[in-house]
């Protein structure tokens, strides 16, 4: 890399006067159940004590069972890390890919850009593409869009790439994308700093205040 085209991207790294930190809205923590909540599920079921269960078998088929229930009852009550398969249109189940092709998302996705101001919250450049922290059906449905962060081709390749390279976990994406959005926040923040101390020097100079921290998006 030259010097020229070094001082460019480093530029192009700089956020502009309105750009906006970005939230990441909490996650719900999923529900526990309760000692009784698991007898119960292992009456329904036919699930019998054991004497020694060194591996915890019996209570991870309860706790599985007992998930099972309660998501069938309540399908939006649990945090979802990914999806293959989608079932939220009367049509029936349909696959991520065609989800991704439907008109539902095009306003969904439309929506979060237009919000965000078409700015990648990892990096500032220009977003194309929305990343979901949650697959339950709420979030597919277009009624809590808290949990879709808008981000650049770029910014959302290094958030999966995690992903596909070393292990598998929702954890890693999580823990990349907060690392890249701190940053960007950080950023930001010390480009606003830097730019109300000029304008304390020179007040003549002064132009509008940055306004209150944002978040990407809102639950509808
Ligand atoms: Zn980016
Ligand atoms: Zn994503």
């Known amino acids: 890399m030259n010097n020229d085209v070094a001082k460019k991207s480093r530029k192009s790294r700089r956020p502009s006067i309105d750009a906006r930190p970005t939230v990441l809205a909490d996650i719900p923590a999923d529900p526990e159940p309760t000692d009784e ?24 088929t309860l706790l599985y069972f ?3 229930d309660l998501q069938k009852k309540l399908p939006d009550l649990f945090h979802v890390e990914f999806v293959d398969f989608i079932d939220i249109f009367p049509e029936g189940i349909i696959n991520y890919q065609h989800y991704l092709d439907s ?9 979060c850009l237009t919000r965000a ?12 593409q929305v990343h979901h922290r949650d697959y339950r059906p709420r979030v597919l449905r277009g009624e809590d869009r808290s ?13 999966h790439a995690v992903r596909t390279k070393d ?6 994406c999580e823990r990349e994308l907060a690392r890249m959005v701190n ?4 950023a930001i923040i010390a480009s606003q700093l830097a730019k109300d101390n000029e304008d304390k ?5 002064r132009t509008r205040a940055p306004g209150p921290v944002m978040s990407v998006t809102d639950k509808v």
């Open 37 to 60: 909540d698991l007898e119960r599920i292992s009456v329904k079921m036919g699930i019998k004590k054991v004497d020694t269960d060194p591996l915890n078998t019996r209570r991870n």
């Open 66 to 68: 007992w998930k099972d």
């Open 103 to 111: 008109n539902l998302w095009a306003e969904i996705w439309n929506d």
């Open 117 to 128: 101001n078409h700015r990648c919250a990892g990096c500032g450049r220009k977003a194309t």
């Open 147 to 159: 949990p879709l962060v808008v981000l650049c081709r770029s910014c959302h390749s290094k958030v």
């Open 167 to 172: 292990s598998k976990s929702w954890e890693d």
């Open 183 to 186: 940053e960007y926040n950080a």
């Open 201 to 205: 020097k020179r007040p003549w100079r």
